[in-house]
C-alpha cells in the first residue's frame, strides 16, 4: 500500500506539467496521501507496506545484505506522517502566485517525494540517494524565487550540501565495504557478528557525523542554514527546516548510532561542545533578530542542539526508551510547529508587507485567526506543555540524566544537559518577544492606516482548517503521546 | 561471417557515400545530406547489432575470427567495438541537422563529412581489436588523420585554429608513439603486444631501451586520453571546432585512448619490475588530472570549453580502474565492470548534452552559457533533457552516473588509495558548481531571457534526448539490468 503514495505523488507532478490546475491537483494529492499514510500507520500491520525496489549498490552478487528497498518500520512511521502532514500544509498556507504555481508546486512535491522514499528506505545507497533528489529543487526554488541575494544564497547552500553529501558517501561507502552489506538487516548482522574494528568504526563515524551534521546544521557548519531558510521561498523553507533536516538525525540513529556505536562513541565529547554551540550560541544568535524569517531560521538552527542532546544520550545508551521516544516526539513536534511557523510569517508577510518586528504590531486586533495561531505555534516551539515539542525535550532531559541518577557520577552529559535547559530560557525570549511584537502593542502609522480600514485580511479558510490539523497533531503529541508511543518498539 | 568483415562493412559504405556525395549533391544537397546520413547510420547500425547478437548468443556463431592470432576478438573487444558504432551513429544524427548545405560553392559537402565519419569509426574498431604494434599503429593513424579533417571539416576560424593545434600536437605525440614502438621492437624483437611485455622477464635483458619505449608510447597514449602532463590541447580543440566533431573526441576518441591504455596496462601486468613504478607515475597523473580538470571548469562560460575541462576530468575518474589494475591481486572483473559502467554512463548523459548544446547553438548561434538563459520558459522538454544529463555527469543519485561514481569509489576504497579517494570527492563537489552553473542559466531567468523564441528542434534529436534521459534513469534505478551485458 505504500505504494500508493508514490504513485500518487508522482500522478500529481505529471498531472501538474501537464497544466493542470496546479494548486488544486495538489491540494486533493497531498490530502489522499495524508489519509492514506494515516491509515498505513496507524490502522494497519506495518509488516505489509514494504515495497521492494530492485536495485544494486555493489556489483557483487545479491543476497539478503545486498537487499534494496523502502518499508515503513516504527522508526520512520512518525517522520512519513510529518511529511504528509507539511505537504499538505506547503499547498495551502503559503499563498502562490498562479504564475508561479506549476513550478513551484512540481519542485515542492519532488522534495516532499525525496523525503518520503529517504525516510522509507531500508539501506543505506536509496537512504542517501532520496536525500540527493530533495537537493535540486531545492536548488532551483531558491535561485528562481528567493527572497534576498538569490543567486549567492543558493550557491552557498549547494557547495555546502554537496560537501555535506559527499562526506557522508565517504562514510557511508566505508561501511558497506567494512561490512560488507548494504541493507539495514544485512548491516545488523554484521554488527551483531562484530566485523569491523574499532579504528575503523570511529572514522566511519567521524565522517558519518561530518556529513550529517552538515546536512542537519550542527554547530560549525550551520552557516549555510539560516540564509537559505530566510531568503528561500516558503514552501522550501518549510519542506526542508521542517522536513528535510530530519533525514540527517534518522540517518544518525539508524545508521550511526546502530551501526557504528563504538565509533560514536569515542566522538562523544566534542558532539557535547558542538551541541552546546547550536543550544546557547545560535540561541543568542537568534535573539539578536529583528525579523520574522530571519528569527524562525536561526531558530530551527537553535533546536537541533536538543536533538543532538538525545543522539548523545541514545549514543551513552542506545536501548534507553525514554531518550528514544523523546527523539522521535521531538522530531515530530519540531518539524510540524516549524513549518506552521513559516507558512504563517508568510501570510504575514502577504497581508503587510514587511517581516520587521519594529513595523509590525498590533494584529492581533485585524487578523485574530492567525493571532491564534501563531500564538500555538509559538507556545509549541518553546516547549509549552500541552503541546507536542514539550514531550519531546522533557523525555530528552529527562533522559540525559539517568546516567547520573543510576550511577551519582556528574559526566560531561550532565553538565552538557545542565547547561542546555538554559535553551528553554532563551527560545522562550525570542517567541514571546516575537508574538508581542507582532500581535501586541501599538504598530506603525501605515499599517494602522491599513488595519482602520480593513485592509488586512484574516487568514484564508483552507489555511485555516490545515493548521487547525496540524496544531491538533501537536496537542495530540503533547496531551496523549502514548497514542503515538505505543506505535514504537524501540 | 568474420569478424574483421564489420569494419570493411564501414569502408565500403563509405565509399558509396562518398559517390553518392558526388554525383547526387549537385542536384539536391539536402536530399544527398540526408541519403548520407542513412547510409551511414545503417551500416552503423547494422554493425552494432550483429555484435550485441553475438555477444549476447555466442552459440548462434554469427561471427568468427579466423585470424585469430593477429586479431584480437574478446568480450571486452566487442564492447568497445560497440561503443564506437553507436557514438558514430549519434554524432552521424547530431550532424545531420547542425549545417545546412544551402550556402557557399567552397564549402565540403556534409557527405564527405559521413565519409570520414565511417572511416574513423573503423579506424577505432581496427584499434579495439589491435594485438601487435603495427596494427596498433596503423589503426590509431586512421583515427588520428580522420579527425585531422573533421575538426576543421567546415574551415571557420575556430574550426582552422582548432585543427592547426590538433595537426601539430597530434603529429609531435604520433612521432614520439612510433619512436617509442621502434625502441620497444628494437629491445625485445617481438611486434606482439603481450610477448613485448612478456619478454622482458628473461634475464639480461635490456630494460633500460625497452622502458624509454614504453615511456613514449605511454606519452602518445596520454596525449590521446587527455591526462595530465598532455591536456592542454583539449579545451582550445573542443571549443574550437564543430559541435559533432567536439561530440565524437570527447567520448570516441577519449575512449579509444582509455581502451588502448587499458590493454597496456593489463599487458604491463605481465612484467614484475613495471608495478611500482606504474602505481606512482598512475597517482600523480590521476590526481593532477582529476584537479587541473575539476577546478579548470569552475571559471568556464563557454559551453563546450566547459565540457572540454569536464571531459578531462572524467578522464582521470576513468584513469582509477586502470589505476587499479596496477594491484595484482585484485579482482579483474570488478575493476572491467567499473570501467565500462563508467564509460556507458559518461557516453549516454555527454551525448545528451552535446545534443542539447547543438539544438541550442544552432537557433540562438551561441555556444555561450547565457544562450541557454530562458529554456525552462521555452523548451521545458529540453531544460529536463540537460537537466537528466548533468545530473548524470555530476554523480548525482537516482542517475546511472551515481553508479558509475560509486563503483569508482568501491574500487578506491578497497584498494584504500585515500589521497586519490579524497581528491575524487573534492572533485565530485567541484562538479557540483560548474554543471549547476547551466541549471542556473537555464531555470533562473534573466530579463533578456523574456525575448527568446521556442528552440525548434528537430526529431532526431527529440528522439535521442527522450531515449538517453530515460535510459539515464532507468539504469540509474536497475543496473542489475546492465550487468549481464557487460563482458
Redesign the interface.
Given at each position: 500500500m505504500f505504494i500508493y503514495l508514490i504513485i500518487i505523488s508522482l500522478l500529481a507532478i505529471t498531472a501538474i506539467?501537464f497544466n493542470l490546475p496546479a494548486k488544486r491537483v495538489s491540494i486533493i494529492a497531498a490530502a489522499l496521501n495524508l489519509l492514506i499514510g494515516i491509515q498505513l500507520c496507524f490502522f494497519n500491520d506495518l509488516a505489509q507496506s514494504s515495497v521492494e525496489?530492485?536495485?544494486?549498490?555493489?556489483?557483487k552478487d545479491?543476497g539478503e545484505f545486498f537487499k534494496m528497498g523502502l518499508a515503513i518500520t516504527s522508526s520512520n512511521m512518525g517522520l512519513i506522517i510529518l511529511t504528509l502532514l507539511v505537504t499538505l500544509a506547503v499547498f495551502v498556507i503559503p499563498e502562490l502566485a498562479d504564475k508561479d504555481a506549476k513550478?513551484q508546486t512540481i519542485c515542492s512535491w519532488l522534495i516532499s517525494l525525496g523525503c518520503l522514499l529517504a525516510f522509507a528506505a531500508q539501506d543505506v545507497?536509496f537512504f542517501?540517494?532520496?536525500h540527493?533528489?530533495a537537493?535540486?529543487p531545492t536548488?532551483?526554488m531558491l535561485?528562481?524565487y528567493g527572497k534576498r541575494a538569490?543567486?549567492s544564497t543558493?550557491?552557498k547552500m549547494?557547495?555546502y550540501l554537496?560537501?555535506g553529501s559527499?562526506?557522508l558517501?565517504?562514510g557511508i561507502?566505508?561501511l558497506?565495504?567494512k561490512a560488507g552489506a548494504v541493507s539495514f538487516s544485512g548491516l545488523a548482522a554484521s554488527v551483531a557478528a562484530e566485523s569491523i574494528n574499532y579504528h575503523d568504526q570511529v572514522w566511519i563515524a567521524g565522517l558519518l557525523l561530518l556529513g550529517f551534521g552538515t546536512l542537519i546544521s550542527l554547530f560549525p557548519f550551520h552557516s549555510w542554514a539560516p540564509h537559505t531558510y530566510a531568503n528561500s521561498p516558503t514552501a522550501t523553507s518549510m519542506l526542508h527546516a521542517g522536513v528535510l533536516k530530519k533525514f540527517g538525525l534518522l540517518g544518525l540513529w539508524q545508521i550511526g548510532i546502530a551501526f557504528v556505536p563504538q565509533g560514536m562513541a569515542y566522538w562523544t565529547p566534542t558532539l557535547c561542545v558542538l551541541l552546546l554551540g547550536n543550544i546557547i550560541f545560535m540561541g543568542l544568535v537568534t535573539i539578536n533578530q529583528r525579523k520574522i524569517d530571519d528569527m524562525l531560521a536561526h531558530s530551527s538552527v537553535m533546536h537541533m542542539g536538543y536533538l543532538f542532546l538525545a543522539l548523545v544520550v541514545l549514543i551513552y545508551n542506545p536501548s534507553s526508551q525514554l531518550a528514544y521516544q523523546g527523539f522521535m516526539i521531538l522530531m515530530v513536534a519540531h518539524g510540524l510547529s516549524t513549518a506552521l511557523l513559516f507558512g504563517l510569517s508568510d501570510v504575514i508577510k502577504r497581508r503587510t508587507g514587511t517581516f520587521h518586528f519594529e513595523d509590525l504590531g498590533g494584529l492581533g486586533k485585524s487578523m485574530p485567526k492567525l493571532c491564534l495561531l501563531f500564538a500555538i505555534a509559538t507556545m509549541a516551539a518553546l516547549g509549552l506543555p500541552s503541546l507536542g515539542n514539550f514531550t519531546g525535550e522533557f523525555l530528552i532531559f529527562f533522559s540525559a540524566f539517568d546516567t547520573y541518577r543510576s550511577s551519582g557520577e556528574w559526566t560531561m552529559l550532565t553538565t552538557t544537559t545542565v547547561i542546555s535547559l538554559w535553551g528553554i530560557v532563551i527560545s522562550a525570549t525570542y517567541g514571546l518577544r516575537s508574538f508581542r511584537a507582532v500581535f501586541q502593542g501599538a504598530s506603525n502609522t501605515y499599517l494602522t492606516q491599513r488595519m482602520e480600514s480593513q485592509s488586512i485580511k484574516d487568514i484564508k479558510f483552507s489555511a485555516w482548517i490545515v493548521s487547525i490539523i496540524l496544531i491538533i497533531a501537536l496537542f495530540i503529541l503533547g496531551i496523549s503521546p502514548q497514542l503515538f508511543i505505543q506505535h514504537f518498539a524501540s | 561471417m568474420p569478424a574483421h568483415y564489420l569494419e570493411i562493412i564501414l569502408v565500403v559504405a563509405s565509399l558509396l557515400i562518398v559517390f553518392i556525395d558526388a554525383f547526387l549533391s549537385k542536384t539536391s544537397k539536402i536530399k544527398a545530406s540526408n541519403l548520407t546520413t542513412t547510409i551511414a547510420c545503417l551500416a552503423l547500425g547494422y554493425v552494432a547489432v550483429i555484435l550485441c547478437a553475438y555477444a549476447a548468443q555466442p552459440k548462434l556463431e554469427l561471427l568468427s575470427n579466423p585470424l585469430s592470432d593477429q586479431f584480437l576478438f574478446d568480450e571486452l573487444t566487442i564492447f568497445f567495438k560497440v561503443f564506437f558504432s553507436i557514438s558514430t551513429i549519434l554524432v552521424a544524427l547530431l550532424v545531420n541537422h547542425t549545417k545546412t548545405t544551402t550556402d557557399g560553392v567552397d564549402k565540403p559537402h556534409q557527405g564527405a563529412f559521413d565519409a570520414i565519419l565511417l572511416l574513423v569509426c573503423a579506424g577505432m574498431m581496427w584499434l579495439a581489436s589491435a594485438k601487435d604494434i603495427i596494427h596498433l599503429f596503423v589503426a590509431l593513424e586512421l583515427v588520428a588523420i580522420g579527425f585531422y579533417v573533421l575538426i576543421s571539416f567546415w574551415r571557420s576560424q575556430g574550426e582552422l585554429e582548432a585543427g592547426i593545434k590538433y595537426l601539430i600536437l597530434g603529429g609531435v605525440s604520433t612521432a614520439l608513439l612510433v619512436y617509442g614502438l621502434s625502441w620497444l621492437y628494437g629491445t625485445s624483437g617481438c611486434i606482439d603486444i603481450n610477448s613485448i611485455f612478456n619478454i622482458t622477464n628473461t634475464e639480461g635483458f635490456p630494460i633500460e631501451g625497452w622502458l624509454l619505449g614504453f615511456i613514449l608510447v605511454l606519452i602518445a597514449i596520454s596525449f590521446k586520453v587527455g591526462s595530465f602532463p598532455f591536456q592542454l590541447w583539449i579545451p582550445d580543440v573542443y571549443q574550437g571546432t564543430n559541435t559533432a566533431t567536439t561530440a565524437l573526441l570527447s567520448v570516441a576518441s577519449k575512449a579509444a585512448g582509455l581502451m588502448i591504455f587499458y590493454r597496456l596496462a593489463q599487458a604491463a601486468l605481465l612484467t614484475e619490475s613495471l608495478q611500482f613504478p606504474l602505481f606512482i607515475v598512475l597517482t600523480v597523473v590521476i590526481i593532477a588530472t582529476l584537479l587541473i580538470g575539476n577546478l579548470g571548469a569552475l571559471a568556464q562560460q563557454n559551453m563546450k570549453r566547459l565540457f572540454a575541462y569536464s571531459s578531462i576530468a572524467q578522464a582521470g575518474f576513468l584513469l582509477i580502474p586502470i589505476f587499479s589494475l596496477t594491484d595484482i591481486y585484485y579482482d579483474k572483473d570488478l575493476i572491467q565492470a567499473t570501467f565500462c559502467i563508467y564509460l556507458i554512463a559518461y557516453l549516454i548523459a555527454t551525448m545528451s548534452a552535446f545534443f542539447c548544446i547543438a539544438a541550442v547553438e544552432k537557433q540562438r548561434q551561441s555556444s555561450h552559457q547565457n544562450a541557454f538563459s530562458g529554456l525552462s520558459r521555452t523548451n521545458p522538454g529540453l531544460a529536463v533533457a540537460m537537466t537528466v544529463a548533468l545530473s548524470s555527469l555530476a554523480g548525482l543519485p537516482l542517475t546511472i552516473g551515481f553508479q558509475a561514481k560509486i563503483g569508482i569509489f568501491v574500487l578506491l576504497v578497497e584498494q584504500q588509495a585515500w589521497l586519490i579517494f579524497v581528491i575524487a570527492l573534492l572533485g565530485a563537489i567541484a562538479s557540483f558548481y560548474y554543471y549547476f552553473k547551466v541549471l542556473r542559466a537555464i531555470y533562473w531567468c534573466k530579463e533578456s531571457s523574456e525575448s527568446q523564441e521556442k528552440i525548434k528542434i528537430p526529431l532526431p534529436y527529440s528522439i535521442v534526448l527522450c531515449i538517453s534521459s530515460v535510459l539515464i534513469i532507468y539504469l540509474g534505478l536497475f543496473i542489475r539490468e546492465l550487468l549481464p551485458l557487460l563482458p
Open positions: 506539467s525496489l530492485m536495485g544494486l549498490a555493489s556489483l545479491e513550478f545507497i542517501y540517494a532520496f540527493e533528489l537537493l535540486i536548488f532551483l535561485g528562481r538569490k543567486e543558493a550557491w549547494m557547495i554537496a560537501f559527499l562526506v558517501l565517504a561507502l566505508l558497506v565495504i | -
